[in-house]
């Protein structure tokens, strides 16, 4: 069965008019779901909040300490450059992370699998111990930390197909055998960050700017597929940016639905060999809102099979 995990809380994130993460984006996704009957095959669940302990096992505490000290209980804050918190914002972050960990418990237990968790503010860019590219806690390493320590997994990869580098996560799990991240991204481009040397757990794969479709295939059959394979990981996670869409004004590169259904199949087919189907997909970016919609789509019927 094939679960969501979402939460109202994350539509009350409010990072103002201009900014391009808007609770539009869920919405979008939301009614898309039902428009292709998806929806009504889906297994639902409501995200619990993350705990601070599951939180920091990826971040240092007085990171923590600082980002719950500076929740507003009226207007903005400004965090970063580009990272707002509102009044909602503290609980919306809490509810993502914590979707991550009930999903990674939900695939364990053999309840549901593979899991999508439609949630904002995105993650994947915020460090050990500072926010930034509207990121405040890191979703995607927060479920990976969980299935090594709650589940005692040995091996987890973690694919980033963001048209951002991946910053954060590769940050934290750098040094860690354990994971295994592959990540591809638009090269030169925000965070300026990422690097063509492959080293033991990271496999970065940069684009250039109006990379195509076929460019962006064979860079991850020549690189990602043949690296998982050799890891054979015991749980797969996925951070689902779909800014890297032809409509999506953030990036330059060309990508569209096709290509992430493609993608999504690759990565199953990686789960079936090596970690009996295990599969935690979280959102990241995108931020058109038809060709996000459209997008998470592919992606859930490339599950489904």
Known sequence: MLGYISHPDCLLHDA???????????????????????????????APLATRDQLARVHDAAYLDRIFAAAPKDGPV???????????????????????????????????????????PPGH??????????????????AA??????????????????????????EIFKSDPRVLFCSSFQHPFYPFTGHEK?????????LPATATAAQFRALITENWLPALDRFRPQFLFISAGFDAHV?????????????????????MGVADRHCDGRILSMLEG???????????????KAFLG
């Open 247 to 267: 409509l999506d004004d953030m990036s330059s590169l060309c990508l569209t639905e096709a290509d992430y259904g493609w993608l999504t199949e690759q990565l």
């Open 198 to 206: 492959h080293t033991a757990n990271l496999i970065d794969v940069p």
């Open 286 to 300: 995108g931020y058109e809102p038809g060709a996000l919609s459209r997008s998470v789509v592919a992606h859930l």
């Open 125 to 142: 860019h915020a460090t050990r111990d500072r926010a930034m590219g509207f990121c405040l806690f890191n979703n995607i390493a927060v």
């Open 145 to 170: 930390a969980h299935a090594t320590a709650a589940h005692g997994l040995d091996r987890v990869a973690i694919v980033d197909f963001d048209v951002h580098h991946g910053n954060g996560t590769e």
């Open 78 to 120: 400004e965090i970063d450059g580009d990272t707002v918190m509102s009044p909602g914002t503290l609980n919306a972050a809490l509810r993502e992370a914590g979707a991550g960990v009930m999903g990674v418990d939900l695939i364990m237990q053999a309840q549901a699998n593979p899991v999508f968790c439609a949630v904002r």
């Open 16 to 46: 103002g008019p201009w900014h391009p993460d808007t609770p539009a984006r869920l919405g979008a996704i939301g009614n898309q779901l039902i428009m292709s009957g998806l929806d009504f095959v889906l297994s639902h669940y409501d």
